[in-house]
Structure formats: C-alpha cells, structure tokens
C-alpha cells in the first residue's frame, strides 16, 4: 500500500513542479530584438515581482546597449 501511494505521489508531485525558465544572456537579447521586446513587455506587465528575475535585468541591460549603439549610428556618418 505505501509503495502504491508513493508512486502516485511522485507523478503528481512531477507535474506540479515548476519548469525553469531559459535564462537569455545581453548578447542574445541585442542578437534577438523581437526577443527583446517581447520580454521587456512581459516584463514590465508586473514589475513588482518580475523586476529582479534575471531575465528581466538582462533585458533592461540588453536595451539600455541598443539603445547607445542607436546613438553611436548617426556619428559614424
């Protein structure tokens, strides 16, 4: 009997667990920038608890690049 409970224990313990996310790097997300937008907009739907996942940092630090490097364009000319 205890051995049949806890192969039912198990499956279902299995299934209610989590899945860890991907965490995406500052490269990717500059690399990536339908990526990028899609995260900063998840992101920012609930920036009280999302905005320390690492996730969302290196989105912030993956726009905050882009953003100088859109600067950087027009003094290359």
């Known amino acids: 009997?205890?051995?049949f409970v806890f192969l039912l224990a198990v499956p279902a313990l299995?299934?209610?667990s989590e899945?860890?996310?991907r965490t995406y790097s500052?490269?990717?997300l500059v690399a990536d920038e339908a990526l990028l937008s899609g995260?900063?907009?998840w992101c920012r739907t609930n920036p009280g608890e999302l905005r320390?996942?690492?996730n969302c940092r290196n989105a912030d630090a993956a726009d905050g690049?882009?953003?100088l490097l859109r600067m950087r364009e027009p003094l290359r000319d």
């Open 1 to 3: 009997m205890r051995r």
């Open 14 to 16: 299995a299934a209610c």
């Open 19 to 21: 899945q860890a996310a």
């Open 26 to 28: 500052v490269d990717e």
């Open 39 to 41: 995260l900063i907009t």
């Open 52 to 54: 320390h996942t690492t």
């Open 65 to 67: 690049k882009m953003r």
